[in-house]
């Protein structure tokens, strides 16, 4: 069975913000399956059980499999380990970009949507994902870097920091990321 792509957008984010519109197009370049869900977001929307609802639709239908390769930027990295741990499900790679884990202090409205997907046992997703990969920066302006490292440290020594690459966003530059292409 070929491998199959899941690109994720974080807090108040959509599947066409940041770099997420140019992998998708490099990955159906190469005619290749790939996914962007439109996940809820503002607050009242963005949590855990509604992204979560979302998810269980794709495994359902058998999009979320041992041949999935996930790339998650923000708020998803977290999601996503809390999602493949609670129902307990394999993928064949995890691209995390900017992740973080039971972090506040962003603004209130970032810290009430992303509340809900913070877990306490985030070790255990490397029990569903034997190849986790890490991206973060040295100058995040709304996630410490010690926040991004620890989250990495704990869940992979493959790590990338990118020097001054902000959030890894947009507003950083990265409307395109090449860097993740050696992924696929």
């Known amino acids: ?3 199959n792509y899941l690109l994720v957008h974080g807090s108040f984010g959509s599947p066409f913000s940041n770099w997420l519109p140019y992998l998708r197009k490099e990955i159906e370049n190469k005619d290749l399956e790939v996914y962007t869900p439109d996940l809820p977001t503002g607050v009242n929307y963005q949590n855990y059980a509604n992204w979560s609802k979302v998810f269980k639709t794709y495994v359902e239908a058998n999009i979320i499999n041992e041949n999935t390769i996930i790339f998650a930027h923000s708020i998803a990295p977290i999601f996503i380990c809390k999602f493949l741990v ?3 499900i394999k993928v064949k790679r ?4 900017c992740g973080f884990n039971n972090y506040f202090g962003i603004d209130k409205d970032y810290d009430a ?5 913070y877990f306490d046992n985030l070790i255990d997703v490397k029990k569903y994902c034997d190849d986790i990969v890490c991206f973060y920066t040295d100058n995040d302006p709304y996630v410490k870097y010690d926040v991004e490292k620890e989250f990495a440290d704990t869940i ?3 790590q990338i920091v990118i ?3 902000g959030h890894l966003n947009s507003e950083s530059g990265y409307t395109e990321f ?3 292409l050696k992924y696929l």
């Open 1 to 3: 069975m070929k491998n």
């Open 86 to 88: 609670e129902n307990k």
């Open 94 to 97: 995890l691209i995390f970009v």
């Open 113 to 117: 949507v992303n509340e809900s997907m």
């Open 156 to 158: 992979t020594e493959n």
């Open 163 to 165: 020097s001054g690459g």
């Open 178 to 180: 090449y860097e993740l």
